[in-house]
């Protein structure tokens, strides 16, 4: 199962992608949590995205799409991954598709998380709250300033890749706000 899971920011891929990965028995990859441990583990990259990231920016195309390219080709990834967070401009999809063109891959499904935008500020601060809680540490990221600009970009950037793969006819959508579960349910419909 190879699986590209869109929404904005806060709508939930992470936390379904999760659950799809026990499911499909398939990895999660996240560009957003490569790009983080990146960062922390100060590599070139990281060095190059930090400052991008932390204000709510986007990291380049070639960068996103050349850890991308390198990471389906690793052992886990052999039966499938879902991919979160990626591509998030039509210049990714387009370079997404002809990577998989040249590696002889095929998307099984392409589904968006739809969400009503106004409930997604509250749910990163609650996701904020509930990271310091547990003792954890608070992506930089997830801020109300740098937030505002993620929307932003998601809205000028990423809106178009649904728009993108909905005139292939390849577009799934399931409703984002309902509760976790029942989006779980919903998206194990759609995939079948
Ligand atoms: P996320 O965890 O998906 O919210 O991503 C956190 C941050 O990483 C984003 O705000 C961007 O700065 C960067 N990022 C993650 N994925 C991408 C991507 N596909 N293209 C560009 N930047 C990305």
Request: glycine share 12%; net charge negative; no cysteine.
């Given at each position: 199962m190879r699986l590209i899971l869109l929404g904005?920011?806060?709508?939930g891929k992470g936390t379904q992608a999760a659950r799809l990965t026990e499911k499909?028995?398939?990895?999660?990859?996240s560009t957003g949590d490569m790009l983080r441990a990146a960062v922390k583990a100060g590599t070139p990259i990281g060095l190059q995205a930090k400052a991008v990231m932390d204000a709510g920016g986007l990291v380049s195309d070639e960068i996103v799409c050349g850890i991308i390219s390198d990471r389906i080709e690793q052992a886990d990834a052999k039966n499938g991954f879902i991919l979160d967070?990626?591509?998030?401009t039509v210049a990714q999809a387009k370079a997404l598709d002809e990577l998989l063109a040249k590696k002889s891959m095929g998307l099984d499904a392409i589904v968006e998380l739809k969400?009503?935008?106004?409930?997604l500020l509250a749910r990163i601060e609650k996701r904020a709250a509930e990271t310091l809680a547990a003792g954890g540490t608070v992506r930089a990221d997830d801020n109300p300033e740098a937030f505002k600009v993620r929307l932003v970009s998601y809205r000028e950037q990423t809106a178009p890749v649904s728009a993108y793969y909905a005139s292939k006819g390849v577009l799934k959508t399931v409703?984002?706000?309902?509760?976790i579960d029942e989006v779980t349910k919903a998206l194990d419909s759609v995939l079948g």
């Open positions: 904005p920011p806060g709508a499909f028995k398939i990895p999660q990859l967070g990626f591509p998030r969400v009503d935008e106004n409930a409703d984002g706000m309902a509760p």
